[in-house]
């Protein structure tokens, strides 16, 4: 098992610039995540899913969208970029309580 | 909303020292975990505590979860270079986890 995976690993971006940051998992879970951390900060909720087909809001999704049209599958949607999204972003999966964490996308809004 | 508040949010220490961080929460959790995360890595799951005054070991990690569940710490004996990281804590709720601000340790050899 490969885990969670997420694409890209590095990214710049131009404000009001858009991108999807992917992120897969092979262990069928039905849970899935999108947290940011800022530098010497925890991790927030931006959104999570539940199953296929089903989104909701975290505690900071302003700017971002996502979808889960397959169990595996997890992008979020950064339609303009601003520089306040300047972060490090990690997609999780859980089937019950443990999540486990995808390696990260660094992301530079300029 | 739920606040999960985490101390101190730094530590240095001499190797060989002891660790502990806190993790302290107004109203009553339901559960905790800990997570630890490597300088430029990712989270990684440690420990779930679901019971009042729950105590569980792994190894040099020793894991508390208060008797009011209101609280939970975790302690490092002896710490080694290899304990570097930020830990953290998180409770789950309805399949969300709400983290503290985390702890980040640093190890002198």
């Known amino acids: 098992n490969a885990g969670v995976t997420q694409t890209p690993k590095f990214r710049i971006l131009k404000i009001g610039q858009s991108m999807t940051l992917q992120c897969t998992q092979d262990m069928n879970h039905n849970y899935m995540y999108w947290y940011r951390q800022d530098p010497g900060m925890g991790l927030k909720l931006i959104y999570y899913s539940v199953g296929a087909g089903i989104t909701d809001k975290g505690e900071v999704p302003n700017g971002y969208n996502v979808s889960r049209s397959t169990t595996e599958d997890f992008p979020l949607r950064l339609e303009l970029a601003a520089p306040s999204q300047t972060s490090v972003y990690f997609c999780a999966s859980s089937a019950q309580e443990t999540q486990y964490f995808g390696p990260g996308t660094r992301l530079l809004v300029l | 909303g739920q606040q999960v508040m985490q101390i101190p949010q730094y530590q240095h220490v001499q190797e060989g020292e002891d660790f502990t961080t806190y993790c302290n929460s107004s109203t009553t959790l339901s559960n905790i975990q800990w997570y630890k995360q490597r300088p430029g890595g990712h989270p990684v799951f440690l420990i779930q505590?679901?019971?009042?005054?729950e105590v569980k070991k792994q190894k040099r990690l020793t894991f508390q979860f208060g008797e009011a569940k209101k609280n939970s710490s975790l302690h490092i004996t002896a710490t080694q270079t290899t304990d570097v990281g930020t830990y953290f804590c998180?409770?789950?709720?309805?399949?969300?986890?709400?983290f503290g601000q985390g702890t980040t340790l640093q190890v002198k050899p």
């Open positions: 998180a409770e789950s709720n309805t399949g969300k986890l709400i």
């Open positions: 505590l679901v019971k009042s005054g």
